[in-house]
């Protein structure tokens, strides 16, 4: 049976598709606001992804000052200065003491629970939604927005229409499916008329063509170590061009030049496909978008605290002091256990030769190694794994300042189904947990 779409008390009302963070935040706020609201989400329960998201302790938001948490969304960060100005992090930590969830800083300006599960952040949000007398409907799959005359008429279901007034898509990435994030939100924004900007994993390991010596050294993780990635073939990395200081997104003062793509320092790992960790997931995005453009090879500086002159020197300085020793112990002063093989085969030193009979040109080929190990970048891991999705229902064709479709009356977006992704660091969570609350509060003033 099809609902009726002229029966004025549905039809006066908010739906949100997807209970996630931007969609729980919507729907209170609308609600709060004194409209009817139904939020639906497919799973069998809402908060999927904030109850994985920082390990299971759900990284809220950063400290950081307006400016610099900006610019950790990259050019179209600019979209969301209206929605921070009338929801940013004061008001979400405010709203979470309201339901009983204190806060607490940590390394990086990242903000979590003191207690430290993000359960305790989607049962606030179950309390909000239930006090502002929000209907939840878990297990509901929406096929789609209804519109007719032009706008937004409601939404379609296997059982057919469910009318609204107001249609809030919060469907969120394509990243996660296990969350039900596989990307409906993009396909329903591009049937009634969006452009989606075009999809990438972003936050997600890296694979490399040269998968033997990493898979060799798979499991090892590097501290203080600099990562840059090059627009160029390893083969022509010029280790002159690594930069002293990190480059990258919401970092660079000055437009970037040359071949340097991005150059972080920091944590690593090498797994058996290529390389993942901190830094690497980072700089990924910007990785997957010069590779469609062509090569990009990585330089991995094993030692950047010391200049190459310094490095020579103690090169030379220990293998004279240890001259009796063989080239595989030396190693061992100098590198983790698990990339010593790796380093033997790739500099061809024998592993016994002792390090008096090592010659500059060897010790040359191995201080070329420590300071600019090299690897060509073939892709990264598969969206499914990736923890964000860049790309998305573009920002053009969205209202800054409502979150309301600029080509359907009544359709409004909020999170990551729209064109905004950022590092790591709670930025993604406070944009869908902004843009949610200006979406709920804008669709709740249209009916």
């Not at 990585?298 to 950047?304: E, F, H, R, S, T």
């Not at 020197?313 to 010593?340: A, E, H, N, V």
Request: hydrophobic fraction near 45%.
């Amino acid at each position: 049976m099809r609902v009726d779409l002229n029966h004025e008390p549905e039809t006066g009302r908010v739906i949100i598709v997807g209970a996630g963070a931007g969609g729980m935040m919507a729907a209170g706020r609308a609600a709060e606001m004194g409209a009817k609201v139904l939020l639906l989400e497919k799973t069998d329960g809402p908060g999927k992804k904030i109850l994985i998201s920082g390990k299971s302790r759900c990284n809220l938001t950063n400290a950081l000052e307006l400016p610099e948490f900006i610019a950790m969304y990259g050019p179209n960060g600019r979209f969301l200065h209206s929605a921070f100005r009338r929801f940013f992090r004061e008001d979400l930590l405010s709203f979470l003491r309201r339901y009983g969830v204190e806060t607490k800083v940590e390394r990086g300006g990242r903000i979590f629970p003191v207690s430290g599960d993000a359960a305790d952040v989607v049962a606030a949000f179950r309390r909000y939604l239930k006090d502002q007398h929000a209907e939840l409907r878990t297990g509901a799959r929406v096929a789609g927005i209804a519109v007719r005359g032009g706008r937004v008429e409601g939404v379609r279901t296997v059982e057919g229409v469910l009318p609204a007034r107001a249609v809030i898509l919060a469907t969120g990435g394509a990243t996660w499916p296990a969350t039900g994030a596989t990307g409906d939100g993009y396909r329903m924004a591009a049937t009634v008329g969006h452009t989606i900007t075009r999809l990438r994993p972003a936050l997600v390991p890296l694979v490399v063509e040269e998968v033997g010596p990493a898979k060799a050294m798979q499991g090892v993780s590097l501290r203080n170590v600099r990562l840059t990635a090059f627009s160029i073939p390893a083969e022509s990395i010029d280790s002159s061009q690594i930069p002293m200081k990190d480059v990258g997104r919401g970092l660079e003062t000055k437009r970037r030049r040359g071949p340097v793509i991005e150059s972080r320092m920091g944590e690593m790992l090498f797994t058996h496909f290529g390389i993942g960790g901190p830094i690497t997931l980072l700089m990924s995005l910007a990785v997957i978008d010069a590779l469609a453009e062509g090569p990009v090879s990585v330089a991995i500086d094993l030692k950047p605290a010391l200049t190459a002159e310094q490095l020579r020197t103690r090169l030379q300085r220990d293998f004279d002091r240890f001259g009796k020793r063989g080239f595989r112990s030396l190693l061992g002063g100098l590198l983790p256990r698990k990339m010593i093989e790796p380093f033997v085969e790739m500099t061809g030193i024998l592993p016994d030769q002792p390090g008096s009979q090592i010659g500059a040109g060897e010790r040359e080929r191995l201080l070329s190694l420590l300071k600019s190990l090299r690897f060509n970048i073939k892709g990264s891991l598969p969206m499914s794994t990736a923890i964000v999705t860049a790309g998305g229902v573009s920002l053009k064709e969205i209202d800054p300042k409502t979150m309301a479709s600029r080509l359907v009356p009544g359709l409004f977006f909020c999170g990551e189904v729209m064109d905004l992704d950022a590092d790591t660091g709670g930025y993604n969570l406070q944009a869908a947990f902004s843009t949610g609350y200006v979406a709920g509060e804008e669709a709740a003033a249209i009916v």
